[in-house]
């Protein structure tokens, strides 16, 4: 099963990542502007219906916006580097998170690409993850409690990221029939995005493929193929084979669809190398960087550790 052995610091450095690609989100941010589009546009969707009006009254002004920005993006610095207590920095740091995504599905229609990694964000507080520090390379030992809470928390952010692909799948083949897959949904798609307003400015690339036939043919072929692998997405849990394939094309999906559909999950790209590669694959990679950088920190802690255990060693309780 995948994260079976899961380290402290490979937990840990899975809270710092996913904290920052929230920081990375924040910054490219924009909902300071929202200061400038009518009031009456704000519809208070979820949980925010719970919070009073006279709030969003004093919220959504340019200084409201951008305190709660900033707040916001302190409360993510310290979760990222891990900050204690944990829950007292992490749970304050959650709800600011999410009432800033609800401000932006209050003025606009309801986006579901950032909702992963926000789930993910609820169960990292919950856990206090904090094993792993930016500077230091140190273990400590943990009791079979402790892994078993880690492996825990790993299956529930990995169910956060494939139970959505599994409903999304069974739902599409539950409500549609086999025309659904022989009508020309994908041309259409890509036309719409082709000729109309987008995000990206890929317009070119979407028409270069709708001149192509071969290419549509592979993307009309491929979307069954995705919507069983969207639908299967939870074996990637137990069968790693399977997961190779499975991460080989949901990544080429999901790139495909920027230029096609307008559409870039990139949240949910960016949890994959830490949920759905088994082992402490990018952590071990951020060692060797960080030994690159500061390799006198490092051998300065390598001859602490040499020197400590020379000293355990000769000491009286262990001779003889």
Same mark, same amino acid.
């Given at each position: 099963m995948i994260h079976a052995r899961i380290t402290d610091r490979g937990a840990g450095f899975v809270r710092a990542w996913i +904290?920052? /690609?929230?920081i990375v989100y924040l910054l490219g941010n924009m909902t300071a502007q929202f200061a400038q589009l009518p009031r009456e546009q704000f519809v208070r969707r979820g949980v925010l219906a719970l919070i009073p009006e006279r709030f969003y009254d004093v919220l959504l002004t340019p200084v409201g916006l951008h305190t709660l920005k900033w707040v916001l993006m302190a409360g993510l610095v310290a979760c990222a580097l891990g900050v204690r207590p944990w829950r007292a920095v992490a749970l304050p740091t959650v709800l600011l998170l999410t009432l800033h995504q609800g401000l932006q599905r209050g003025y606009f229609y309801a986006l579901h690409k950032e909702m992963a990694a926000l789930y993910a964000t609820y169960i990292l507080a919950a856990f206090p993850a904090t094993g792993f520090s930016w500077f230091a390379s140190g273990r400590t030992k943990r009791s079979e409690g402790d892994e078993a809470t880690t492996r825990l928390m790993m299956l529930m952010l990995l169910a956060v990221v494939l139970v959505p692909y599994s409903l999304?799948? /069974? =739902? =599409?083949l539950a409500h549609n029939d086999f025309t659904f897959w022989s009508q020309d949904l994908i041309p259409y798609f890509v036309a719409a995005h082709a000729h109309g307003t987008t995000w990206y400015g890929l *317009?070119? &690339? #979407? *028409?270069? &493929?709708? @001149?192509n036939t071969f290419l549509l043919r592979v993307f009309e072929i491929g979307f069954p193929i995705v919507t069983v692998a969207e639908v299967l997405a939870p074996l990637v849990i137990v069968y790693s084979r399977?997961? =190779?394939?499975?991460?080989l094309l949901m990544v080429g999906f999901? /790139? $495909? !669809?920027?230029p096609l559909m307008d559409i870039f999950f990139w949240e949910t790209l960016l949890l994959y190398p830490v949920l759905l590669v088994d082992g402490d694959f990018l952590l071990d990679r951020f060692d060797r960087l960080r @030994?690159? &950088?500061?390799? #006198? *920190? $490092?051998? $300065?802690? $390598? =001859? +602490? @550790?040499? !020197? !400590?255990s020379a000293s355990q060693t000769d000491s009286p309780a262990t001779v003889g």
């Open positions: +904290f920052s /690609i929230w999304l799948g /069974i =739902r =599409r *317009e070119s &690339v #979407a *028409e270069s &493929v709708l @001149d399977f997961r =190779r394939g499975w991460l999901h /790139i $495909s !669809t920027l @030994d690159r &950088v500061m390799p #006198a *920190e $490092s051998d $300065s802690a $390598s =001859r +602490f @550790d040499c !020197t !400590t």
